[in-house]
């Protein structure tokens, strides 16, 4: 029984794209769970569009490039397609909600051919984007971006530099080091406040360049990174006030402390250095450094 009803949703989805300019003012359009969608075809003969949903239809695999020009779209969501492996250009200047999480395929996060600032947050949940395009500064409103258990994401100066940028949520993701020219520029700092860069495996080498980005922080979540040493520039970051360390077990010594750091959590920091921990106990007011 189950398996007539999918047919049959099917065959409506054909007869649909097949005669849908005689839906020309439909506003939502929704196909959450065909499992017998492969294809998006051309959807130019819906212009009205606001919503267009294909949630955890998980075996689509190709989008036609139309979709990207549906002007009056508000809400695009593909959560959840996790055969897709490309999405097609984006000029979409209403869009205010983009939902593209556990696409787990997905490689590339798409082009973004025009201004975009009604958006204000972005989700990337358990997908195989590899690093943000330039373009991603068409999010021009952009004030929090969440990218979690990814596979390898860039973080570069470019982002970080985005104008409305307050808060970086980036966790279970390896974090690459930047370019070289981008090493060259990391004097310029940010407007990110709150940075979450937790079980990123962050090296010696990188963790550095994004401190001298942020050096307006003021919230800092470090758990479960192998960096050995907290550099001394981290000092620089003036507005921080909290900062956890918690599960960094290669973590051996700190060599600077912010001057208004209020709150640190050192917890299982099992490598840490006993003039460190001093340090600590010396210039934070309230600190949990135990094993």
Request: proline content about 4%; glycine content about 4%.
């Amino acid at each position: 029984m189950r398996v007539y009803c999918l047919i049959l949703i099917y065959l409506f989805v054909c007869f649909f794209f097949v005669f849908m300019q005689k839906f020309e003012n439909m506003k939502i359009f929704t196909l959450d769970h065909c499992q017998y969608l492969t294809h998006i075809p051309n959807v130019s003969g819906l212009p009205n569009l606001e919503k267009f949903s294909f949630e955890k239809c998980h075996n689509l695999i190709t989008i036609d490039n139309s979709l990207g020009h549906l002007h009056k779209l508000k809400i695009l969501n593909a959560k959840g397609c996790n055969k897709l492996e490309s999405f097609p250009p984006l000029g979409l200047a209403s869009l205010r909600d983009l939902e593209l999480s556990e696409c787990k395929s997905l490689k590339n996060f798409p082009e973004l051919l025009c201004k975009m600032r009604n958006i204000e947050y972005i989700r990337l949940y358990e997908t195989s984007i590899g690093e943000l395009p330039l373009s991603f500064q068409n999010l021009s409103e952009l004030y929090f971006l969440t990218i979690y258990q990814g596979g390898m994401c860039r973080i570069s100066s470019d982002i970080f530099m985005m104008p409305k940028l307050s808060m970086i949520s980036a966790k279970g993701c390896r974090i690459l080091l930047p370019k070289q020219n981008e090493k060259k520029n990391s004097i310029v700092s940010s407007n990110v406040e709150h940075l979450d860069l937790q079980n990123n495996n962050l090296s010696d080498e990188c963790f550095p360049i994004v401190l001298k980005w942020c050096v307006n922080v003021t919230y800092l979540n470090l758990w479960n990174n192998n960096f050995k040493i907290l550099p001394e520039c981290l000092s620089e970051c003036h507005l921080l006030r909290m900062l956890y360390l918690d599960d960094c077990k290669s973590l051996e010594e700190i060599k600077g402390i912010p001057p208004n750091l209020n709150y640190l959590s050192a917890v299982k920091c099992e490598s840490l250095s006993s003039s460190s921990r001093r340090m600590i106990l010396s210039q934070v007011c309230c600190c949990f450094i135990l094993h």
